[in-house]
């Protein structure tokens, strides 16, 4: 199995900064190959959505409402996703979650972290 623990949301103003932060790890010592990572978001009464991925060669794509403002990372070799957020604005606020697709054993959710925007 695949765990992931999100750290990072909170409260913050409009035009404010946030940098969220996934590491993701085998139980049982299990060795991961990571494919895809990434964050996705979901507002209140509306759907999950895709926020930003990057692949394992640190290609990254974003959603249009984000880009210019979020930048997404990882390290590879701790096995860390990290999302750093900026000129945040209230339509930004959500539970924000971690996703990774491992090569053996799909796709992995975080328990999501939330983030509140201020306006």
């Known amino acids: 199995q695949v765990q992931l623990v999100e750290s990072g949301g909170g409260l913050v103003q409009t035009g404010g900064s946030l940098t969220l932060s996934c590491v993701a790890s085998?139980?049982?010592?299990?060795?991961?190959?990571?494919?895809?990572m990434g964050w996705h978001r979901q507002a209140p009464g509306k759907q999950r959505e895709l926020v930003a991925r990057i692949d394992s060669s640190g290609k990254s794509n974003y959603a249009d409402s984000v880009k210019g403002r979020f930048t997404i990372s990882r390290d590879n070799l701790k096995n860390m996703v990290y999302l750093q957020m900026s000129s945040l604005k209230p339509e930004d606020t959500g539970v924000y979650y971690c996703?990774?697709?491992?090569?053996?054993?799909?796709?992995?959710w975080g328990q999501g972290t939330q983030v509140t925007v201020s306006s």
């Open positions: 996703a990774v697709d491992e090569m053996w054993s799909g796709r992995h």
């Open positions: 085998g139980t049982s010592g299990r060795i991961l190959t990571i494919n895809d």
